[in-house]
T-cell receptor, first 113, second 110 residues
């Protein structure tokens, strides 16, 4: 079956621009996660949804980061007024339950110039 | 102390060698553990899940030592295609996310 998909795969933004990253989870997966991965590091948790409810956003680095999942399926991670330190790969993952295996999308590589 | 710690390596081993990675975790209440594999510029992919004392899948064996709070991954008869970064992953009980180690880089040399 189809896995997790993300778009765009690559995004170049000028500092100060807003960006929106999309994630389509595996059908039927109620849990959806966003991670940020810097070069040479493991993924770092950003936020978690169970269906449409955002239950944990403790990993969002600043109030410029905002995520939503209005219908409990597709999710969007928005970054306002991008800064160079936002450059990273943003990974989306989904699972049947937060304590179970997570399946990752290919990621969006964001470069802020 | 970090939630999950791994030796970053790199580990450079010849084809056919046996190699083992260790990972320590801080939360003694954690019940499940995972090893993910991540190829360069790719997403992490689940390699093995560990829910009890260990798990074995072909050339790969994961072992859990709850008393010492570490998980190991053993790869036997290394193949060139095993070259990747191996991420140790621990969900924290009561938390809604996975904690990833920084990964251990393995290169299998012909």
């Amino acid at each position: 079956g189809a896995g997790v998909s993300q778009s765009p795969r690559y995004k170049v933004a000028k500092r100060g621009q807003d960006v929106a990253l999309r994630c389509d989870p595996i059908s039927g997966h109620v849990s959806l996660f966003w991670y940020q991965q810097a070069l040479g590091q493991g993924p770092e948790f950003l936020t978690y949804f169970q269906n449409e409810a955002q239950l944990d956003k403790s990993g969002l680095p600043s109030d410029r980061f905002f995520a939503e999942r209005p219908e409990g399926s597709v999710s969007t991670l928005k970054i306002q007024r991008t800064q160079q330190e936002d450059s990273a790969v943003y990974l989306c993952a989904s699972s049947l339950s937060p304590q179970w295996e997570q399946y990752f999308g290919p990621g969006t590589r964001l470069t802020v110039t | 102390r970090k939630e999950v710690e791994q030796d970053p390596g790199p580990f450079n081993v010849p084809e056919g060698a046996t190699v083992a990675f260790n990972c320590t975790y801080s939360n003694s209440a954690s019940q499940s553990f995972f090893w993910y594999r991540q190829d360069c510029r790719k997403e992490p992919k689940l390699l093995m899940s560990v829910y009890s004392s260990g798990n074995e899948d072909g050339r790969f064996t994961a072992q859990l030592n709850r008393a010492s709070q570490y998980i190991s991954l053993l790869i036997r008869d290394s193949k060139l295609s095993d070259s990747a970064t191996y991420l140790c992953v621990v969900p924290l009980t009561g938390a809604n996310n996975l904690f990833f180690g920084t990964g251990t880089r393995l290169t299998v040399i012909p």
